[in-house]
């Protein structure tokens, strides 16, 4: 599959990267700096471009085939672990609609876009993908909004082009300390100072996130949500 990448240099989104560069996938992907990346020269292409910062679409993609792409994996979502600002992710939330607005209208066929689990804040027991949110927190509320505001504008009964992977808790030695897992192995798994003991999350290895949102992109199959956890 030929794949467009946004947010690429991500925790999530570095990893799926590479595997779907490991299982010769043609990958372009959108960064917002000039840093170099050791799987630079695996890439088909580099598009340097701050989604945040830059609004001028048309100069900079104005010869730019979106068309090639089976789809677009949309991980993007500036100045995380910051979850609080209404202001930031009001921010977040504008710019990713405009400048998907503008692929589709340049010809993107399908989109992936990375969800999160804390949509459910709020709710309690098990959950479900068709749950209703009702979360106030402003990084899943914005997230949230962006979902349904895809799901209306590119969504039928007949033809789904946008699909949103919602991820869950995930864990890696590569993680900061300040992290859960990271903090236990510190402390030699003893006890921690958590939010809540009596709150129970879906925590699994980013490995097996990777494997099953590369499973997602499957180009026979459409889905509106998908909860990706264990």
Request: aromatic share 14%.
């Amino acid at each position: 599959m030929k794949i467009l990448i946004a947010g690429a240099t991500g925790f999530v989104g570095k990893k799926v990267l590479l595997r779907l560069l490991k299982l010769n996938h043609s990958i372009s992907i959108i960064q917002s700096s000039h840093s170099n990346n050791l799987f630079d020269n695996q890439l088909d292409e580099k598009i340097i471009f701050n989604i945040l910062k830059n609004d001028d679409y048309e100069k900079k993609f104005k010869d730019f085939n979106v068309k090639k792409f089976d789809c677009l994996l949309f991980f993007f979502w500036a100045d995380l672990p910051n979850y609080n600002s209404h202001i930031v992710h009001k921010k977040n939330y504008i710019v990713s609609k405009k400048f998907i607005d503008f692929l589709f209208k340049k010809g993107l066929n399908k989109i992936y876009t990375a969800g999160t689990c804390y949509e459910y804040l709020g709710h309690s027991g098990e959950v479900y993908e068709d749950l209703r949110i009702n979360t106030k927190l402003p990084y899943p509320y914005y997230k949230n909004k962006l979902r349904a505001y895809l799901n209306q504008k590119y969504n039928n009964r007949y033809n789904i082009k946008s699909s949103w992977i919602r991820i869950f808790y995930v864990y890696s030695k590569e993680q900061k300390e300040s992290s859960l897992v990271p903090q236990l192995h510190k402390n030699n798994y003893k006890k921690i100072e958590i939010n809540s003991s009596s709150r129970i999350v879906d925590i699994s290895h980013v490995n097996t996130h990777v494997k099953l949102i590369i499973k997602i992109l499957c180009p026979n199959k459409s889905f509106n949500v998908v909860n990706c956890c264990s």
